[in-house]
């Protein structure tokens, strides 16, 4: 998604600063200077903060879990002069567009999944400090959830499967619009349980048709799996999954969920939320990703076995590394869905 979260950043303005050491050239030998660590961020630079007025916000390793990487310093003072009003919501957009997706591109490769987990977006410099004449803005990447809440990153977004996915244990809630929503407790209202993700086979893209061959193949089994082999249909649950288009194939994006939802309300005015997790409570522990596709805790290490150790169906491996249910995790978008047959 490119310049989803342009009006999200006008806090930065009214943000604290980090302490950091004074550089050559200023201040007194030994002492500190008050500097925003967003203001001297470079493209590769990784930003985290847990505040929504991102009053702690500090760079850190990519590695470690942040919520924004540095794609590109952009200076829009010539088209912003000095008595340039504060941009709207609709030019902070117009600016992500014009500046921030191209940089963001060369920076990604040239190879961008438009139904990805990123976003494309601007740190802008808040209206205070706008007023005192700064025009430097930082263009990012973001990674978001399905109704569009912000969400932790692990590992820079240059050499990271931009695939879609969740890691198995995460379950999607729902918005008012009876939507897919961003990851909650498995114990609220949901809309979908992941119970695995589906590397499909590299090559030529397949159609929907083939895609919906081999995770009609991978899906039941890892559901079963998943959850002790309980019957779906009694509890008024289908076993689904996800697809790829073409041009998130073209990207590099491989991967897919398969996920455990409700049966379709009669009316079909949208998702039916359910809850509780359908988690075999007797399986081995969950483990997750390094980094993680999805949850907002990274581990160095697995903390226990895979529920499903890699395996081949046809010419798909299906992988089980996973997070715990009750972690929030991260990811972006919804993707299409197809019941098994």
């Known amino acids: 998604m490119l310049g989803a979260f342009v009006g999200a950043f006008a806090l930065l303005g009214l943000s604290t600063f980090t302490s950091w050491p004074v550089g050559a050239g200023g201040g007194v030998p030994g002492t500190t200077e008050v500097v925003n660590p967003v203001y001297t961020s470079q493209a590769g630079d990784c930003l985290n903060w847990t505040k929504r007025t991102l009053s702690d916000v500090t760079k850190v390793d990519c590695k470690a879990q942040h919520m924004f990487e540095v794609t590109a310093v952009e200076d829009i003072g010539g088209a912003y002069g000095p008595q340039a009003p504060f941009p709207t919501d609709e030019q902070w957009q117009e600016i992500s567009e014009e500046r921030c997706v191209k940089a963001s591109l060369a920076y990604l490769g040239g190879k961008f999944d438009p139904a990805g987990k990123y976003t494309v977006g601007p740190l802008n410099p808040g209206e205070r400090l706008w007023q005192s004449g700064q025009r430097t803005l930082r263009c990012g990447l973001q990674v978001a959830g399905p109704a569009g809440g912000l969400l932790p990153a692990y590992g820079t977004a240059k050499t990271q499967d931009q695939s879609a996915v969740f890691d198995p244990g995460v379950c999607l809630g729902v918005t008012e619009a009876l939507g897919v929503g961003d ?9 979908f349980e992941i119970v695995g993700v589906v590397t499909l086979p590299a090559g030529d893209f397949p159609p929907l048709d083939k895609q919906d061959e081999i995770m009609s193949g991978e899906c039941p089994r890892i559901a079963a799996e998943y959850s002790g082999g309980i019957d779906f249909r009694a509890k008024g649950l289908i076993v689904t999954w996800d697809t790829r288009a073409e ?36 399986a081995p522990p969950l483990t997750t990703a390094n980094p993680p596709q999805t949850t907002a805790v990274q581990q160095d290490e697995p903390t226990g076995a895979p529920l499903h150790s890699e395996s081949k169906s046809g010419s798909a491996t299906s992988s089980a590394v996973t997070s715990s249910s009750s972690e929030k995790t991260t990811t972006t978008t919804t993707t299409t869905t197809e019941p098994t047959r």
């Open 247 to 282: 041009e998130s194939w073209k990207a590099g994006s491989f991967r897919a969920n398969c996920k455990v939802g409700a049966t379709p309300a009669p009316d079909n005015k949208g998702l039916t939320a359910w809850e509780k997790s359908i988690r075999n409570p007797n």
């Open 183 to 191: 990851p909650v407790d498995c114990a609220e209202p949901h809309t």
